[in-house]
């Protein structure tokens, strides 16, 4: 009786088993959840530092900044001071631990110039597109001088711009200002969001001589010589890729110039060793 009882429990023991491991990784799914709890942990921390970076010093500094440097252009208008952080975080938590396998130097290393990645890159993309910029603020310069020499009102003129300009992210802050322009808004705080999406003197220049035609009238003059530093400042742009320019070509004719020397003398020194082996 007692051995036909045990065989029994050993048949039936796999699959009790197997029931109770199956409950319990269940219990286990149910009850923590890692990627919905982080998930939502995530949403909860980005939720309160967006309601709190309001009154933060942090959050209005770093905000400013990415509007500056064309963050919201470049990576849409959900890259926010948190979600740069995140990223940056991110960052430099993949490149901790891709190195921490070498050292801990090299994790620290790796980890800290990616996390500052993101905005080196970030700046340097804004200097590019200041310099696609200086062309088509200087027709915006001309078209201003042109038109308020004829007589055309200053917001008016301004708000003919928008279709002189060919540049994508100059186009749109130019397409927002108009828009408040024609929505009657108020040209000083139009103006004001205009220059916030730019860390460029020459647009900074711009709304200044704005301001000051719409509050004295005389500003042809002062357009005309900032339309002249504008040019200046594009022709040397220009002088510089052209000096860059050159100076990769001879670059590139070094290097080849210096692989065909040193393929000739390892051609020559084969023949060396191939007539040396004849002997």
């Known amino acids: 009786m007692g051995e036909a009882q045990l065989k029994i429990w050993l048949a039936v023991l796999p ?13 286990l799914q149910a009850a923590f959840r890692p990627r ?5 942990a ?15 010093a942090w959050y209005q500094t770093s905000g400013a ?10 990576f849409g208008r959900w890259m926010n001071p948190v979600c740069f952080l995140a990223v940056r975080t991110v960052a430099a938590a993949i490149g901790l631990g891709a190195f ?8 620290v290393l790796a980890g ?6 993101p905005g080196l890159l970030l700046v340097w993309q804004n200097k590019k597109d200041n310099e696609r910029m200086l062309p ?3 027709l915006v310069y001309n078209a201003l001088e042109i038109q308020i020499k004829a007589g055309v009102y200053v917001t008016d003129a301004l708000a003919e711009c928008y279709g002189s300009v060919g540049e994508r992210r100059l186009r749109q802050a130019f397409l927002d200002l108009t828009g408040d322009i024609v929505m009657k808004a108020d040209i000083y705080e139009a103006l004001e969001r205009f220059q916030e999406k730019f860390d460029n003197r020459y647009v900074d220049s711009l709304c200044i001589t704005v301001l000051q035609a719409l509050e004295s009238g005389q500003a042809v003059e002062l357009l005309r010589d900032i339309g002249e ?38 051609a020559c020194v084969m023949d060396m060793f191939a007539a040396a082996a004849g002997f």
Request: glycine letters at 8%.
């Open 15 to 27: 699959a009790a088993a197997s029931v109770l491991l199956f409950m319990l990784l269940i219990s």
């Open 36 to 40: 919905r709890l982080i998930l939502k």
């Open 42 to 56: 995530y949403e909860e921390l980005s939720g309160f530092l967006k309601v709190r970076g309001q009154e933060m």
């Open 65 to 74: 900044w990415l509007q500056k440097n064309g963050a919201s252009f470049h």
């Open 100 to 107: 921490l396998r070498i050292s801990w130097a090299a994790g």
């Open 112 to 117: 800290g110039f990616l996390f500052f990645l």
């Open 136 to 138: 088509e603020l200087r």
């Open 229 to 266: 530093q504008v040019k200046d400042m594009e022709t040397m742009v220009l002088e510089r890729k052209k000096a860059s320019l050159d100076r990769s070509m001879t670059f590139y004719q070094l290097g080849v110039l210096t692989a065909a020397l040193g393929v000739a003398l390892y």
